[in-house]
């Protein structure tokens, strides 16, 4: 049976743990000053070979990316990089990958560190078996496919592909956040914040509230407010794209590489999120579908509402989020990561604001284990405590009701609503057929 690699998003070495832990086959990460994502804790060269070793000793795979469209001035940091990775070579220590979208840099790779494995990033735009064919030559062993491509187009390019004898693997995002503008080509946050968004310094434009106005041609300078609330609309905002109920079609599609969106999120958002794919997945090669529990865990990290993508038909209106957190989940909040186990006792660094009563889940990479937090004490001082607010590297201590592992996390389930949350997007399950 085919079965897909999922590949998870690791902001920093805390994340890719994480990330393995919760069942990544890969983690893609930036390098600093070179991918679509800079802002996120890159703490050097230390911490990129501790990774490479990590992910050697777990038998995983990390791709790096390499990702943005570069002016002059980057190809000075790209030098620095290169020299970086070919003394990590001289160690044996090499990524799986390097994901490129700038012919340039490219160029500048294959002349330098030959060695490494070239997959071309979503920010090539590549929707058709031609342009996949145009990297094969260029010695492409992976493309990362744009999100406008539909399952229907993709079994199409598997079909070409296949016809010519072209040996390149697909990958394509599979949930996460979605960029209102075509595979990630947009101007507004350099326009309005001067940010380049493709030089990883995005604002997030698309995600702010707007007030737009209608004016009639025969009465210039008359505008009549066209608002969904009193605080504008957020109409360029997109929904998040969750496929967890449609793997099977992507296996059958032999899509080889499954890719979660979120390197900027936080670690319970990677936990969650692999954990829930990965039992997904493991249960769609099955031949089954994903078990209640399953989209519970979907449903318990921060979405904009969860739709389809462009997987089996162009978006409309419901493809976005016009209300500001309206499709927040209600039920649960991030409590904190287990940081120490010490026998039952478990020091767990707060996140949240936590009271006594409070009832949580600890969240391990194949069950979920419920607890009320009836006491517990300030770590530092080992007095016991009635509320701990998150923040600052604040820790607790409580005992656990079975063994468990640093960094587990936590959720909280919040009392303000008793009701379960649905997944509030039907129309992910009975999808348009391709």
């Not at 070979?49 to 790209?78: D, G, P, S, V, W």
């Not at 075509?182 to 310094?201: I, K, T």
Request: aromatic share 8%; glycine share 8%; net charge positive.
């Amino acid at each position: 049976m085919f079965k897909p690699e999922l590949l998870a998003p690791a902001g920093n070495l805390e994340k890719l743990k994480t990330a393995f832990r919760y069942g990544a086959d890969a983690c893609y990460m930036g390098v600093k000053s070179m991918s679509m994502r800079v802002k996120i804790d890159d703490k050097g060269g230390d911490a990129l070979e501790e990774a490479l070793k990590l992910k050697n000793r777990l038998n995983k795979k990390i791709y790096l990316t390499m990702n943005i469209h570069a002016h002059e001035n980057k190809l000075a940091f790209l030098d620095k990089e290169l020299e970086r990775l070919t003394k990590l070579h001289k160690k044996g220590l090499d990524p799986d990958g390097i994901l490129v979208s700038d012919v340039g840099i490219l160029n500048l790779i294959r002349k330098r560190c030959p060695w490494l494995p070239i997959h071309v990033s979503t920010q090539a735009n590549t929707l058709n078996s031609s342009a996949i064919e145009f990297w094969g030559k260029q010695g492409a062993e992976r493309v990362v496919l744009g999100r406008e491509v539909s399952l229907h187009e993709l079994r199409q390019i598997r079909g070409k592909l296949s016809e010519k004898g072209i040996k390149v693997e697909l990958e394509g995002f599979v949930h996460g956040a979605m960029c209102m503008a075509y595979s990630g080509r947009c101007l507004l946050s350099n326009f309005m914040a001067h940010r380049d968004a493709n030089e990883g310094m995005c604002a997030h434009s698309c995600r702010w509230k707007y007030k737009v106005y209608l004016e009639e041609e025969l009465r210039p300078g008359e505008f009549v407010p066209i608002e969904e609330d009193q605080q504008g609309t957020s109409l360029m905002s997109s929904k998040d794209m969750c496929m967890i109920e449609h793997l099977g079609d992507l296996i059958d599609a032999q899509l080889d590489s499954l890719k979660l969106e979120g390197r900027h999120k936080t670690v319970y958002y990677t936990a969650i999120a692999t954990r829930a794919y990965r039992q997904a997945l493991d249960l769609a090669i099955e031949g089954k579908p994903p078990t209640p529990e399953i989209l519970d865990l979907i449903e318990s990290i921060n979405t904009r509402g969860y739709f389809t993508g462009f997987w089996y038909n162009k978006p409309g209106a419901d493809g976005h989020r016009y209300h500001e957190r309206s499709d927040y989940n209600e039920k649960y909040c991030f409590a904190g990561v287990i940081r120490k186990i010490d026998g039952k006792t478990v020091t767990m660094e707060v996140r949240n604001r936590l009271d006594r009563g409070d009832k949580l889940d600890i969240i391990t990479p194949n069950k979920t284990i419920p607890i009320v937090l009836d006491d517990f004490k300030n770590a530092e001082t080992g007095k016991l405590i009635d509320y701990a607010s998150g923040g600052q590297g604040f820790t607790i201590l409580f005992e656990a009701p079975e063994k468990l592992e640093e960094g587990f996390v936590v959720r909280k389930r919040l009392r303000s609503s008793q009701i379960d949350v649905k997944i509030k997007t039907e129309k992910i399950r009975k999808p348009a057929k391709s």
